[in-house]
């Protein structure tokens, strides 16, 4: 394992130089797959500091969670990029799965020597992955957060048709020619598109961060076959399909406006899950993690307070 310390390119404005001083960027080798990590260590160590280990969404990387671990400097964030993703290489074996995926949260624990006092938070694709991964090992960690999770099959209800588009849209990207492919994956003008969907605030300063953040980051893909897999995952599967199996303390962080993952899903999510509790941010959408880091950040500071280690 090689440890540096990383610049970091985003606007000042909206990550702090603290948050530079106290990360650093790794990689590691987990089944011939090199897998890219930042960890993020705690200015001041102390009775409320937990190590917490991110799962970052489809196309994304651990650039879009840096908001939220900056406004939690008391602690320790461990955000690798999802193998497929970032700088971390695909799968050697075996698809890219949500299975496959749990299987790399077990070895990269395992390699860090993480253990069950471990916090884990998943944002949108990474909340399908991180629930499922509780599922079948309720013992691994505690307790679990999710962010704009994926409450309900991607398939049904009014967003269904909109998700059959984007599932031709992945098919026809993976077949065609190979630079006719990434061109369409790749497309400043799709990527522009989504980003203006999903963003909420009237803020111009920080939609054009975030539109600087998804073009910079949105495609860094490691192929087109890798990437059609985790799409296939993240539209296959949900949190409410494993939702009784969560006996942990599970806390919820949801969008009012979120238009991919709705509230009245929720609210239904909430309510099949054993131990747990819905906070709501209002007038944002399915971007938490960039237009409101700080209420985020505050809901999981009290939720872990109330379940300490």
Avoid at 48 to 70: M, P, S, W, Y
Avoid at 255 to 273: F, M, N, S
Avoid at 291 to 307: C, D, K, M, V, W
């Amino acid at each position: 394992m090689k440890t540096t310390t990383p610049g970091q390119s985003a606007a000042p404005a909206y990550i702090s130089p603290g948050l530079t001083e106290r990360t650093a960027a790794s990689t590691m080798e987990l089944d011939g797959t090199t897998v890219a990590f930042w960890t993020c260590e705690p200015l001041r160590p102390g009775p409320a500091t937990r190590t917490i280990l991110v799962i970052h969404g489809f196309r994304g990387d651990h650039h879009g969670l840096l908001r939220v671990a900056d406004q939690l400097p008391e602690m320790r964030i461990i955000m690798p990029d999802l193998p497929g993703f970032g700088t971390s290489g695909p799968f050697q074996s075996g698809p890219h799965s949500v299975e496959r995926y749990g299987q790399f949260i077990t070895d990269f624990m395992a390699a860090l020597e993480l253990g069950p006092d471990t916090v884990l938070l998943g944002h949108s694709f990474g909340s399908i992955i991180a629930a499922h991964f509780v599922a079948d090992h309720p013992s691994a960690v505690n307790p679990l957060i999710l962010i704009n999770p994926i409450a309900a099959p991607a398939l049904e209800g009014p967003k269904g048709i909109m998700t059959r588009l984007a599932v031709l849209y992945y098919r026809l990207a993976a077949r065609l020619p190979r630079p006719l492919g990434l061109a369409l994956l790749r497309s400043p003008l799709i990527v522009r598109v989504m980003s203006e969907a999903m963003a909420k605030t009237r803020d111009r300063n920080l939609r054009r961060f975030i539109h600087g953040q998804h073009h910079a980051y949105f495609s860094a893909f490691a192929n087109r076959d890798s990437l059609l897999e985790s799409f296939t995952a993240s539209v296959s599967s949900h949190v409410a399909e494993v939702a009784g199996r969560l006996a942990l303390p599970v806390l919820l962080i949801a969008g009012e406006k979120d238009e991919i993952a709705t509230l009245p899903d929720q609210h239904r999510l909430v309510a099949l899950l054993p131990d747990a509790e819905l906070k709501v941010i209002p007038g944002v959408g399915h971007l938490i993690h960039y237009e409101t880091p700080a209420p985020a950040a505050n809901y999981i500071r009290s939720f872990l307070q109330e379940h300490p280690a």
